[in-house]
């Protein structure tokens, strides 16, 4: 999502927007109107690209875990060679900029999760597994004495030190985008380095 460059689909616009409105007002206070309103079409056009707002949170969901992942397994196969210190970085810096880019993703997950059907949600949950275990993999080559268990702890304490981005928008609460990257940056490294030390 975050990091096309071209101008996107009505389909990605909808998801854009609904995404948005759910994360504001939650799933239930939102209406098609409203989602289509957002985009510039008839609540009911909305019909034609989704077969409601079930479908849009499902794929607002499975998708932005399939991106994840997906991304993350990019970065480690362009990093083949690399130090792991450095796939750890570009681990890093992809789920920043999701952080960052998406954040209504990121309540929406929070809050809506659990209004997805059991498949869907069941996907979800296998797709972040994964993009778990990824990381744990690179974690613990780059701190070979770091055990499993304590890796794992830490790679879901960085994703919630991330994934804290919706929280931090109060006006001069950050510096600029790349303030706030490199500053995040600093301090997923750091836990993983606490980690490693304990």
Same mark, same amino acid.
């Given at each position: 999502m975050a990091t096309r460059t071209d101008a996107p689909?009505? $389909?990605?616009?909808?998801?854009?927007?609904? &995404?948005? #409105?759910? &994360?504001? !007002?939650?799933?239930?206070?939102?209406? +098609?109107?409203?989602?289509?309103?957002?985009v510039g079409i008839s609540g009911p056009g909305l019909y034609r690209h989704?077969?409601?707002?079930?479908a849009m949170?499902?794929?607002?969901?499975?998708?932005?875990s399939e991106s994840l992942l997906r991304g993350a397994k990019r970065?480690?196969?362009?990093?083949?060679?690399?130090?792991?210190? &450095?796939v750890l970085d570009s681990l890093i810096e992809g789920h920043i900029d999701f952080a960052l880019d998406d954040r209504p993703l990121i309540t929406l997950h929070d809050r809506e999760l659990d209004r #997805?059907?059991? &498949?869907?949600r069941k996907l979800v949950?296998?797709?972040? !597994?994964?993009?778990?275990?990824?990381? +744990?993999?690179? +974690?613990? !080559?780059?701190?070979?004495?770091?055990?499993?268990?304590?890796? $794992?702890?830490? +790679?879901?304490?960085?994703?919630g030190l991330l994934n804290s981005t919706p929280h931090l928008? !109060?006006?001069?609460?950050?510096?600029? $985008?790349?303030?706030?990257a490199e500053l995040l940056h600093r301090m997923a490294r750091g836990a993983f380095a606490a980690a490693a030390r304990s």
């Open positions: 689909t009505r $389909r990605e616009q909808i998801l854009k927007e609904a &995404a948005r #409105l759910f &994360a504001e !007002r939650g799933f239930h206070g939102v209406g +098609v109107d409203e989602i289509g309103a957002a989704f077969a409601g707002k079930d949170l499902a794929e607002l969901l499975v998708g932005i970065r480690l196969e362009e990093a083949e060679g690399v130090a792991p210190g &450095a #997805l059907r059991d &498949a869907d949950r296998q797709l972040q !597994r994964q993009y778990v275990e990824l990381w +744990v993999g690179v +974690v613990r !080559r780059h701190y070979p004495d770091l055990p499993e268990p304590a890796a $794992r702890s830490a +790679v879901h304490s960085v994703f928008t !109060r006006p001069g609460s950050l510096p600029d $985008r790349a303030g706030t």
